[in-house]
């Protein structure tokens, strides 16, 4: 005889999957046709610097429709997981090229949403035993159709023998990216040398990212553009001098790991924000004009640079940012 417990049990988790592929339906009513694939592409070639990033995604977008123009021909089709490593420091654009490549994998039909789904380990792993599955599984639901963007990645690997719940993530993220291999893209990202280690904590890892994609530093030249287009998104622009100042500043700060490469220009063109305020306060404020309100000084960028423990220190031909 059925247990009417049981009964009622089934019959809640079909109605909650009738319910959430309704609700999945009606978001794909609702959002926008997919962007065509070339207008993807230049907005990814319109990024500063990142050109061996722009040539393996251009390779990955390649291989992609080479495949699915082969399905369509009724050739076999190159069995490969499209999971993803991004390796690089903080800043260097990993979040941006994610979001582009998720719409480009449903500008070519392989997702049919394609959102991005940005979580780190807070996200996934619990307090307590059997609440990390629950998140995890939680996440990827939100992530089916679309790509789940897994930022520093590495701290859900154990150190040592010590009891952690990063490992149960890691374990149901595996079992959920090999049951809805075709619905769900995940990208791994967090800093190269933590991310090794990161691929060899667990068996099933490596296996299932079939690409690692570097993300360099950005350069001195390539920062100075990423202060430049802040400061045009705004209506700003830089005074006499101020480009030589900015230089200086980026090519002598400090470039390790913890270096924040595009968010330390934008924190700097904010504090220069700030330094512009302050400067132009001390006056008559209702008589500024359109130049001096859109003008960034050598000043300021030296006040924003000395708010963010740089210490500039006057030499020939300009200022440059030395660390205290």
């Known amino acids: 005889m059925p247990n009417p417990l049981e009964s009622l049990k089934a019959l809640g988790l079909e109605l909650r999957a009738q319910i959430g592929e309704e609700i999945g339906s009606d978001l794909l009513r609702r959002q926008d046709p997919p962007r065509p694939l070339e207008e993807l592409l230049a907005e990814l070639d319109a990024l500063p610097g990142l050109e061996s990033v722009k ?13 699915a123009r082969r399905k369509v021909a009724g050739l076999p089709e190159v069995a490969t997981t499209q999971h993803l490593v991004f390796l690089g420091n903080p800043g260097t654009g990993k979040t941006t090229v994610a979001r582009l490549l998720a719409q480009m994998y449903r500008s070519m039909g392989l997702l049919r949403r394609g959102q991005l789904v940005e979580v780190d380990r807070a996200g996934l792993v619990g307090q307590y035993v059997g609440l990390t599955a629950i998140k995890t599984e939680r996440v990827v639901r939100k992530a089916l159709d679309g790509v789940l963007f897994v930022d520093e990645a590495y701290a859900l690997a154990r150190e040592g023998e010590r009891l952690d719940f990063g490992d149960e993530a ?69 005074g006499e001098g101020a480009e030589e100042t900015l230089r200086g500043i980026f090519g002598r700060a400090e470039r390790d790991e913890t270096f924040g490469n595009a968010r330390f220009a934008r924190t700097l063109f904010e504090q220069a924000l700030n330094a512009q305020a302050l400067r132009l306060g001390e006056g008559d404020v209702e008589r500024l004009g ?13 006040a ?21």
Do not use: C
Not at 292 to 302: G, K, P, Y
């Open 55 to 67: 040539e393996q995604v251009r390779a990955l977008v390649a291989f992609l429709r080479v495949q």
């Open 170 to 238: 890691i374990e149901t993220l595996l079992k959920r990216m090999e049951d809805n291999r075709h619905r769900l893209v995940v990208i791994v990202a967090g800093y190269p040398r933590l991310m090794h280690r990161f691929l060899e904590s667990n068996p099933g890892l490596r296996s299932r990212f079939s690409r690692e994609i570097e993300f360099p530093d950005y350069s001195t030249d390539e920062l100075v553009e990423i202060f430049r287009r802040f400061a045009a998104d705004t209506e700003y622009s830089l």
């Open 290 to 302: 359109h130049t001096e309100l859109q003008r960034l000084a050598s000043e300021d960028l030296v």
């Open 304 to 324: 924003g640079a000395r708010a963010l423990g740089e210490a500039p220190a006057p030499l020939r031909g300009g200022w440059f940012g030395r660390k205290r």
